[in-house]
């Protein structure tokens, strides 16, 4: 065996374990850049990350989540809330799965920043009961919505008509208590009645009961000021005239015989 047959025998095992080494680091991120309790493959067809992070009993989202995530999976998780930015800088993200989880209310930036590129959000079997009038106003995505316990109110009958591409998540809310109470337990979009202008009325009608309130005292104490008043007079001017008479003094008595 002459010098380079050696050599080759040898470099080529190098070179396969160079190229295992290769793709390794493609296909499985580092763990620095994988979230605790997550699981993290590169997934060539989508030119990014699936990042699950499912029944990892999670109280919160992941802060450091890879900005080439694609995919990202936050289902059956103990998740109370979706803050504000909570997914900005993740550019490429397409599906967002939060589904099973305790999240009770959404603000109006809680989606900021993926809004152009998300195509799928999954928010069933949370605890949502009201959301901010703008959450989804500038999604493009297929929102899936059920199975939570709807407060059918003027924001979140805001937030619907923001949804107009997605009539088939509004169809599929239902209201667990509601401003009227005839719609509970009914589908909103049998909601007829214009909530916004019904809390407007609402606090109108508030105000002026309270004024009238306000005014119903006034009077009341005006009234009862007046007859303390009268009554003080009445009882001043009985004691004046149970008062004696002054007599006269004698020397008036001579003055009226000297003049008679």
Same mark, same amino acid.
């Given at each position: 065996?002459?010098?380079?047959?050696?050599?080759?025998? !040898?470099? @080529? %095992? =190098?070179?396969?374990?160079?190229?295992?080494?290769?793709? =390794?680091?493609?296909?499985?991120?580092?763990?620095?850049?994988?979230?605790?309790?997550?699981?993290? #493959? !590169?997934?060539?067809?989508?030119?990014?990350?699936?990042?699950?992070?499912?029944?990892? !009993?999670?109280?919160?989202?992941? %802060?450091?989540?890879?900005?080439?995530?694609?995919?990202?999976?936050?289902?059956?998780?103990? @998740?109370?809330?979706?803050?504000?930015?909570?997914?900005?800088?993740?550019?490429?993200?397409?599906?967002?799965?939060?589904?099973?989880? /305790? &999240?009770?209310?959404?603000?109006?930036?809680?989606?900021?920043? @993926?809004?152009?590129?998300?195509?799928?959000?999954? #928010?069933?079997?949370?605890?949502?009961?009201?959301?901010?009038?703008?959450?989804?106003?500038? #999604?493009?995505?297929?929102? @899936? &919505?059920?199975?939570? %316990?709807?407060?059918?109110?003027?924001?979140?009958?805001?937030?619907?008509?923001? =949804?107009?591409?997605?009539?088939?998540?509004?169809?599929?809310?239902?209201?667990?208590?509601? +401003?009227?109470?005839?719609? +509970?337990?009914?589908?909103?979009?049998?909601?007829?009645?214009?909530?916004?202008?019904?809390?407007?009325?609402?606090?109108?009608?508030?105000? #002026?009961?309270? =004024?009238?309130?306000?005014?119903?005292? &006034?009077?009341?104490?005006?009234?009862?000021?007046?007859?303390?008043?009268?009554?003080? /007079?009445?009882?001043?001017? +009985?004691?004046?005239?149970?008062? %004696?008479?002054?007599?006269?003094?004698?020397? +008036?008595?001579?003055?009226?015989?000297?003049?008679?």
């Amino acid at each position: 065996m002459t010098l380079l047959d050696l050599w080759l025998s !040898r470099s @080529i %095992p =190098m070179c396969l374990l160079l190229q295992s080494l290769v793709l =390794m680091a493609l296909c499985f991120p580092s763990a620095s850049m994988c979230p605790k309790g997550c699981i993290c #493959l !590169r997934d060539p067809h989508l030119h990014g990350l699936n990042v699950s992070c499912s029944q990892s !009993r999670l109280k919160e989202i992941p %802060p450091s989540l890879p900005v080439d995530t694609v995919l990202l999976r936050l289902d059956h998780n103990q @998740i109370g809330a979706v803050p504000d930015l909570a997914f900005h800088g993740l550019r490429l993200l397409r599906e967002l799965n939060l589904s099973y989880n /305790a &999240v009770e209310t959404l603000g109006e930036g809680a989606f900021s920043g @993926i809004e152009g590129t998300l195509q799928v959000l999954d #928010l069933s079997h949370n605890r949502i009961t009201s959301v901010h009038r703008d959450a989804f106003a500038r #999604l493009k995505a297929r929102v @899936i &919505v059920d199975d939570n %316990p709807w407060h059918c109110d003027c924001a979140l009958q805001q937030a619907i008509g923001g =949804m107009a591409h997605n009539h088939e998540a509004a169809t599929r809310v239902l209201c667990r208590s509601s +401003e009227l109470l005839d719609q +509970e337990g009914r589908p909103f979009l049998a909601v007829d009645t214009d909530l916004c202008n019904l809390t407007k009325r609402t606090t109108d009608y508030a105000m #002026l009961v309270t =004024m009238f309130g306000w005014f119903a005292m &006034v009077i009341s104490y005006v009234v009862y000021y007046v007859r303390q008043n009268q009554e003080d /007079a009445r009882r001043h001017l +009985e004691y004046l005239k149970s008062l %004696p008479s002054k007599p006269k003094k004698p020397d +008036e008595a001579d003055d009226i015989s000297t003049v008679v």
